[in-house]
């Protein structure tokens, strides 16, 4: 085992701004100070000949060169890795300066062989008052140690680089610092340290890299490190980096570290802002949002530089060709379906078919076209060779006085001729209690008002109400207020009702006075796209063939994460509650909704207020509904990002009702994660091949920009305040 005499240190001080020449000059006389002196001292300025020449007028014994590699930190720092002496290389940055043990400590753990590399402490020199607003989980954007590091000496993956130390063998062997990471003037990037020292680890797996609190460093932060601007820029770089770094050490070496930070870490952070608040310290809130804005800005820089990699390496996909949507009936006899469109002449890919068995669902399934035709011998074959067990019987539908009355709710915007389509299928229903209210959502013209007066007013079954405040949640308030059935039923205006989809609904309710909610199947009214076909396969909106009762007592035995499983139970196209539970759960969250901030999220938070409420929900395959999914691939952009944001919302609207549900979502974190990223999981493992990952990364970002998406929409909210509807053209015209 060697000794602290037996190790020799270079140092290596990076430059490049002739305004820090100050805080140079004293990071120079503090290596210069140690009481274990360094073997040499070589300061590398980034392309400024001024500076150089500065500093090598002034510290003459201190090797001064210009930076021969690539511009930016990674380029300068191995240009003074090629010159300077001394078997173990440390670095230090200009605006730090060193205790006087600093060296002394580092060389007592290079005592052991098997120790490749070594930090220590970075402790912040504020220009005054720390700011309030500032995490000490965060101080990393400055720089310094932060809360979630050791406190002790303790193995870590990588250092910090403004107080490192590495075995010059050992950095020699892996090839220096990487050129593609790093910060170039003031753009604020990094990750090269981390990259590195991944890259040390695997090329030497037997020794370690040793974090010593003991060895300090003080680094200077300049006022403008002290503003919001910087700190979302840093973020910003930092996940841009983490994504660049992944293409040479992989995505788990790069995030393996940062998990156990955002499960345990960061979580923790924003609990004890909250209690800080609780106890007179308001800045607490503003410690927590920061905690929360922090990593939703350095996830979505990572999610998008991923993103934009994978567009340029993705291979073009085939050329795409329709479904022909089929519905039909083992009861009435099976179709020959004909692969060519007699409309458009096009040639359909496959057969997307529904099979029901005297109006039950009881297959879905796609049907490839080996032929021009699929014969009804050929579908039936197909049938009997389905082995998916076939779903229990229906339950009975009531009719005659015992049917409750209920009211269909259909919130618009602006989309009168899908609007139309809806209604009609509506008014078609096969229930014979039933009235529908349209409630027109902050409009820009007149054209939905003038529809219902033109066309549905004089039925005497449809209504239309004004909400001027936009906000999906705040119409369905609004719907609410004028039903008048004791069950409300919500759909889209871009859906087609099945004829028995009311009364499907209204027998759930009767069947079980514990059930409030009902949800429905949600199927393809058409697949024509290639975005439409994504969207179908990637999970779609339904919930498959059997019915499925989801009880607040008891849980439910496939989610570990219930009740907050996102899309469990449904879908806020396809669902219906009775006012009772509507009203003990206070109706819908306006801040909730497209129209809102918030984008989403309303469907998902009614579910789980339903069940925290104490009722039941139930999922009816017989109550369906045809969709129209977006035909356009931006479309489908925007729709994943708008979903991811509203499931941040919602699953943020748990938190800040009871904030004593974050140690739930922070036990079930690790799940959540899999779900999410791992290319195995049930989510992952749905998608079709060609599907963009753009998308994928599209609704991660999503998700976090959801948390400050609803508190600023609740905000909002607040401010705007409720108000009674509008209602117009609600009597025969």
């Known amino acids: 085992m060697s000794t602290t005499q037996d190790i020799s240190f270079g140092v290596i001080i990076c430059a490049h701004d002739m305004n820090r020449v100050d805080l140079l000059r004293a990071s120079i006389r503090s290596v210069q100070a140690q009481n274990l002196p360094a073997r040499d001292i070589v300061v590398v300025c980034d392309h400024n000949p001024a500076l150089l020449a500065v500093v090598g007028t002034e510290f003459p014994d201190v090797t001064v060169i210009a930076n021969q590699q690539a511009q930016g930190l990674s380029g300068a720092r191995n240009t003074g890795i090629s010159i300077v002496k001394g078997g173990v290389v440390a670095f230090i940055d200009d605006d730090a300066t060193a205790d006087a043990d600093w060296l002394g400590i580092l060389a007592k753990a290079y005592a052991d062989p098997a120790i490749m ?118 973020c910003r770089a930092e996940g841009r980096a983490k994504a660049v770094m992944t293409q040479t050490v992989g995505l788990q070496n790069s995030l393996s570290t940062e998990a156990s930070y955002v499960r345990k870490v960061l979580p923790a952070g924003v609990l004890r802002g909250i209690t800080d608040a609780t106890k007179g310290d308001m800045a607490g809130l503003a410690r927590s949002s920061a905690i929360v804005a922090g ?267 219930f009740p907050y499983a996102a899309g469990a139970f449904g879908s806020g196209a396809n669902m219906a509650f009775r006012r009772e539970t509507l009203e003990r759960m206070g109706g819908f969250d306006p801040a909730l909704g497209a129209g809102t901030l918030a984008r989403g999220g309303d469907d998902l938070a009614s579910f789980v207020s339903a069940l925290q409420s104490g009722y039941r929900i139930a999922y009816e395959p017989g109550a369906i509904v045809w969709h129209h999914h977006r035909r356009s691939q931006d479309g489908m952009r925007r729709q994943a990002y708008n979903y991811g944001v509203g499931l941040g919302a919602y699953l943020t609207k748990q938190v800040v009702e009871d904030p004593r549900r974050l140690a739930f979502f922070a036990r079930k974190s690790v799940a959540a994660f899999r779900h999410l990223f791992s290319p195995n999981s049930s989510k992952m493992d749905k998608l079709p091949n060609d599907y963009p990952r753009q998308y994928v990364w599209s609704e991660r970002l999503g998700i976090l920009m959801g948390v400050p998406g609803y508190l600023r929409s609740r905000r909002h909210t607040r401010r705007v305040g409720t108000h009674l509807p509008m209602t117009e053209a609600t009597d025969p015209i």
């Open 295 to 561: 990593l939703a800005m350095t996830t979505a820089a990572f999610a998008l530089q991923r993103a934009k990699m994978a567009l340029n390496t993705r291979p073009l996909p085939e050329p795409f060709k329709p479904r022909l949507i089929v519905d039909a009936d083992l009861s009435k006899g099976l179709p020959d379906l004909s692969q060519v469109n007699a409309d458009t002449a096009e040639s359909y890919g496959a057969a997307w078919c529904l099979i029901r068995d005297k109006g039950k669902p009881v297959k879905l399934f796609e049907l490839p076209f080996d032929a021009p035709t699929i014969t009804a011998r050929d579908l039936e074959a197909r049938v009997q060779s389905d082995t998916t067990p076939l779903p229990d019987a229906a339950i009975p539908q009531v009719t005659g006085a015992g049917a409750p009355h209920v009211t269909v709710v259909v919130a618009t915007r602006n989309r009168a001729t899908s609007l139309a389509r809806c209604l009609d299928s509506l008014i078609a229903q096969t229930y014979p209690s039933m009235d529908i209210v349209v409630v027109d959502n902050a409009p820009s013209s007149s054209e939905t008002r003038d529809l219902i007066a033109s066309t549905y007013a004089r039925s005497g079954q449809v209504r239309y109400v004004l909400e001027q405040t936009p906000g999906l949640g705040r119409a369905h308030n609004t719907g609410v207020t004028t039903a008048r059935g004791s069950i409300i039923a919500f759909t889209d205006d871009d859906v087609i009702a099945d004829p028995a989809w009311v009364a499907a609904i209204a027998a759930n309710f009767t069947y079980d006075d514990q059930i409030g909610c009902v949800t429905g199947l949600i199927l393809p009214a058409e697949l024509e796209t290639r975005a439409q076909y994504w969207t179908e396969r990637q999970g779609g909106f339904g919930k498959g063939l059997s019915r499925k009762v989801f009880d607040p007592k008891t849980g439910h035995r496939d989610s570990p994460l």
């Open 117 to 234: 590399a070594v930090g220590g402490g970075i402790l912040p020199l504020w220009p005054g008052n720390r700011p309030r607003w500032m995490p000490p989980e965060f101080d990393w954007t400055v720089g310094c140690s932060y809360v979630g590091l050791p406190t002790q000496n303790t193995y870590v993956r990588n250092l910090i680089g403004c107080n490192m130390s590495m075995r010059r063998t050992c950095l020699e062997a892996v090839g220096g610092f990487a050129s593609a990471l790093g910060r170039v003037g003031d753009n604020a990037s990094g990750c090269e340290e981390t990259e590195v020292f991944i890259r040390m680890q695997t090329r030497f797996p037997d020794r370690s890299i040793l974090f010593v609190p003991a060895a300090r460093v003080h680094h200077s932060i300049s006022a403008n490190r002290m503003r919001w601007r910087y700190f979302a820029n840093r």
